[in-house]
Every structure is written in structure tokens, then in C-alpha cells.
């Protein structure tokens, strides 16, 4: 199904040759987007910080996206 495919992001080959694909880790792969993970707390939070040199920041359709340096979830247990 050529939409599935157009759908999976760019995967580190170094980091799968390292660690298996199916495997948890709290190490996060590399990245082609414009936010990297940054800090963790496992079951808390996950922040995202803003990658300065993104490689499609200039793109028209990327044009007043991305604004935030840093986003921040939190989970919470109902």
C-alpha cells in the first residue's frame, strides 16, 4: 500500500544496527523533523525541544509552523 509507505518516518540505520527496532529504550533515536526529545521522566513527562538547524524549516509548507523552542506533556493518571 503505497500510503503506508509515504507514512513511516526516516530512521536512524546506526541507531537500529545497535538497538532492536521492537525493543523499549529510553534512549530516543535520531530524528529528520523539526523537534529531537529531550528530557524524560517516564511516565510523566515528555519535552520536545526545537531543532534550530531543521533541514525543512524554509519549505512553503512549513511556513509559520514550528514556532514553540520547547513543548512539554505531561501525563496524568485518571
Known amino acids: 500500500n503505497i500510503l503506508a509507505i509515504v507514512a513511516m518516518p526516516i530512521v536512524s540505520k546506526a541507531f ?3 538497538n532492536e527496532f ?11 523533523g523539526p523537534y529531537k526529545i ?9 519535552e520536545y525541544e526545537r531543532v534550530a538547524d531543521y533541514w525543512g524549516s524554509d519549505l512553503a509548507v512549513n511556513r509559520g509552523l514550528y514556532n514553540f523552542n520547547r513543548i512539554r506533556i505531561d501525563f496524568y493518571i485518571n
Open 22 to 32: 521492537d525493543a523499549s529504550t529510553m534512549t530516543p533515536p535520531l530524528g529528520s
Open 16 to 18: 537500529y544496527t545497535v
Open 38 to 46: 529531550g528530557r524524560v521522566a517516564a511516565g510523566q513527562t515528555v
